[in-house]
DNA sequence: GCCAACGTTGGC
DNA sequence: GCCAACGTTGGC
């Protein structure tokens, strides 16, 4: 199963405005970069991402998992190719994980957080999904 | 099809 | 508020 990370500005979306949300959940919008857009379309039903907030705090702050697959943006153009997905708040981590101690953990290091910082939708393998789970003091199943 | 100019994102 | 990284646009 693979993992995700999706970024946020707090004052547009946050991780709170998502554990509000409840088990409905809401579709992430807003994506418009190409490789972004394609980490959604692989997306699938049930599989967990992080929850980053980005400018504020800069640090992950939750567990969300994927409730609907890749549909067409219902807030681009018609003609636009964007898609979204829905996503519900799973739960949060008991610490969150800041970007500076990203940095300061050398397997960290090759994670597309360092590398394509400007993505807002990234994949995050199997082995930085366990040692941030555990860094954020959940269980990474 | 190349590349310079420009806009946007996001860390600092 | 600055600047680096990167995507997009548009002239040639």
């Known amino acids: 199963m693979a993992h995700w990370l999706y970024k946020s500005e707090p004052f547009k979306w946050s991780w709170d405005a998502q554990v509000k949300a409840g088990d409905k959940g809401t579709f992430w919008d807003g994506v418009r970069n190409h490789a972004a857009k ?64 990203i940095k300061g953990e050398p397997r960290l290091a090759d994670m597309a957080l360092m590398k394509l910082s400007r993505l807002s939708v990234q994949p995050v393998t199997e082995a930085e999904w366990e040692l941030i789970c555990t860094m954020g003091g959940v269980d990474p199943a």
């Open 38 to 101: 394609l980490n959604l379309m692989r997306m699938k039903v049930g599989e967990r991402g992080f929850f980053y907030h980005s400018n504020e705090g800069k640090e992950i702050v939750g567990i969300v998992e994927v409730t609907r697959e890749a549909y067409p943006d219902p807030t681009a153009e018609a003609a636009e190719p964007w898609v979204v997905v829905e996503i519900k708040a799973v739960k949060p981590l008991k610490t969150p994980v800041s970007l500076a101690t």
